[in-house]
């Protein structure tokens, strides 16, 4: 079972410079999520989808944009890439937490991205 | 809005000892509990987690941990550690009704021989 796939799994880019991260789950999850981790500061919400065609902002949007055109499919984008950039990017996918919320979040491998 | 402390950044603790790992967290509201392993270059795996009823939870690899709700506290416990549990443990918060989870800073857990 593959789960939830990130690609590429490190990437080194030039400041300015733009890149997609793709995140693909073949669980047919409804709601999926992108988050950096920093040394210290856990996991950070950057930005969420709970449906196709749908996402909302999470923690720290800035400098990054977002789509879910397939329901399988959660797409990453930095369009001028700045060295504060520079993370481990995780994507997870979870069922819908409806009214119970207890549907755990399943993660990818990951992707290191430096930004020089 | 809701918050998760990991008290410790870092446990040190010898083979075959005892282990806790502490996590407090702040909410008005009811919440869903969660314990997150990471193995080094790996996402994160479900360890454990509390939705209602007992409030000690049995998970994987013989973790446990115990919701205290006067203390705000999910505390993870292993009796006897293994050099393979080396790993950084994550505890996260989700407010009843919502969709996100809020992670604390985590703990990186070293086992030594």
């Known amino acids: 079972n593959a789960g939830v796939t990130q690609t590429p799994k490190f990437r080194v880019l030039k400041t300015g410079q733009s890149m997609t991260l793709l995140c693909a789950q073949d669980m047919n999850h409804e709601y999926m999520y992108w988050y950096r981790q920093d040394p210290g500061m856990g996991l950070r919400l950057i930005h969420y989808s709970v449906g196709e065609g749908t996402t909302a902002k999470g923690e720290v949007p800035d400098g990054y944009n977002v789509s879910r055109l397939k329901k399988q499919n959660f797409l990453l984008g930095l369009e001028s890439a700045a060295p504060s950039q520079t993370s481990v990017y995780f994507c997870?996918?979870?069922?819908?937490?409806?009214?119970?919320?207890?549907?755990?979040?399943?993660f990818g491998d990951g992707t290191r991205l430096s930004i020089l | 809005a809701q918050s998760v402390t990991q008290l410790d950044s870092q446990v040190p603790v010898f083979e075959e000892a005892p282990v806790e790992l502490r996590c407090n967290y702040s909410?008005?509201?009811?919440?869903?509990l969660f314990w997150y392993v990471q193995y080094p270059n790996q996402g994160l795996q479900l360890l454990l987690k509390y939705l209602s009823g007992s409030t000690l939870v049995k998970g994987i690899n013989g973790f446990e941990a115990e919701f205290n709700k006067s203390q705000t506290s999910f505390h993870l416990r292993k009796p006897s550690v293994h050099i393979s549990d080396t790993a950084e443990y994550f505890c996260?918060?989700?407010?009843?009704?919502?969709?996100?989870?809020?992670f604390g800073q985590g703990t990186r857990l070293t086992i030594n021989p």
């Open positions: 997870a996918s979870s069922y819908s937490t409806g009214v119970v919320g207890n549907q755990p979040q399943h």
């Open positions: 909410s008005s509201v009811s919440v869903y």
């Open positions: 996260a918060v989700r407010v009843q009704g919502a969709q996100k989870l809020v």
